[in-house]
């Protein structure tokens, strides 16, 4: 279920993608069975003043105070990139030609994956007034993480100041996010 922000000069909605048929039709697996979440985040500066947001910035919080750090594509397409096979099988029914053709395609997916999974992530924007930026942010944690219970912490730095502020939407709640300044 979406949820979303609206305050300060800014608007953040954020996506997150539970649902295991939009896994499947979004990255073509089940991300969440390997324990990541992907977060599809909508940032739209709303105010005069220029900010910063990158998706490495953000962080994943659940309920008994467990942190998760944002991924980038390429180290999610490397988790679950044992799911594309092994060589065992076409080596021996092959021989050393199987095991070759069997290499290159994995090597193939792996870089098809890896390429399609950092095209979806969030950029490192600076956004001016009415500028927006879209994109998946990634979270690599344990399997059957309760990610429904988990809020997420967006980090906005104002460009020109540096000031910071975190903005925290819980991703399993209808509950109305809310603001808190960073702390040192």
Known sequence: MPVRSNESGFVISGDPYLDVERQKTVFDTVLTSEGILAVQLHVRNTGD????????????????????????????????????????????????????????GQNKARAARTADYTKKELPPAILGGGQASEGFVYFIGPENAAYARATLNVHVVDADTGASRIVRLPLGSTDPPHQQPKRP
């Open 49 to 104: 003043r220029r900010v910063i947001v990158q998706g490495s910035d953000m962080v994943l919080e659940f309920p008994d105070g467990v942190r998760l750090t944002a991924s980038g594509g390429g180290a999610v397409a490397t988790k679950i990139s044992h799911d594309i096979g092994g060589v065992a099988g076409p080596a021996l029914a092959f021989g050393l030609i199987g095991a070759l053709t069997a290499t290159h």
